[in-house]
């Protein structure tokens, strides 16, 4: 297994581009919400910090794809932050992350912060989301580290959020799928990917091309069966 400071990826040429994003907390209290809010195209995103498959639609997969188009102004972005791998894996990462990046939101840094979590993310089997480690990624984000944002890491003052935020993952699950539907999850336009399309969550082209055509085509997204 490989620790989290190997894995150490160096900051993202993206970030200062990136940053221009605006985001806020959503009127529900756990829906994060990032870029144009009048852009017609809107991606609901429900993830896990600790999930392997999340690491990967951020950082090969369709993520860098989405936040193109979101820098381009005709498509938003919406998070649903789970913490549920905590309880199978074991360990406290997924919460210690959540509440990292709920403090970096308050610091209006979130996009940069969530972006380098995922590009420096431990393996799953290691509770590597320490609050040391969240604090050393923190520095990569220039302005974010501060004595209420170190504060907030280290006692963990969104805790209440973080209880919310799975709660609100479990209840997008509905009666199918009580413990929530899976990260990562996404719904286009209100419309959710299934379960069993969401590996072109994974290709980057695929989701690329995906977007542009509900772009261009939105009735026809609203009229699919998937």
């Not at 990826?9 to 959503?26: I, V």
């Not at 509770?127 to 006692?155: C, N």
Request: with cysteine; hydrophobic share 30%.
């Amino acid at each position: 297994m490989v620790g989290c400071g190997q894995r150490e990826a160096q900051y993202g040429s993206d970030f200062a581009s990136a940053e221009e994003l605006p985001e806020k907390l959503g009127a529900d209290g756990t829906t994060i919400t990032v870029g144009d809010p009048d852009a017609p195209v809107k991606v609901h995103l429900y993830e896990d910090p600790r999930c392997p498959y999340c690491e990967e639609f951020e950082t090969t997969g369709g993520g860098p794809q989405l936040r193109e188009a979101m820098l381009e102004r005709w498509t938003r972005a919406e998070y649903t932050l789970a913490s549920f791998l905590d309880d199978r894996v074991g360990g406290t990462g997924s919460k210690k992350a959540v509440n990292a990046l709920r403090a970096a939101l308050e610091e209006g840094k979130f996009v940069e912060y969530h972006e380098v979590l995922y590009a420096n993310q431990p393996e799953e089997s290691i509770d590597g989301y320490t609050d040391a480690y969240l604090l050393r990624l923190a520095g990569k984000v220039e302005g974010l580290r501060g004595p209420e944002f170190d504060a907030a890491v280290r006692s963990m003052k969104y805790r209440g959020f973080v209880t919310a935020s799975q709660n609100a993952y479990e209840k997008a699950g509905g009666a199918n799928e009580p413990e929530g539907p899976g990260t990562p999850t996404a719904e286009i336009n209100d419309k959710r990917i299934p379960l069993q399309y969401n590996a072109l969550l994974l290709e980057s082209d695929t989701f690329a091309e995906l977007l542009q055509k509900i772009h261009d085509q939105p009735g026809e997204w609203e009229d699919t069966t998937l």
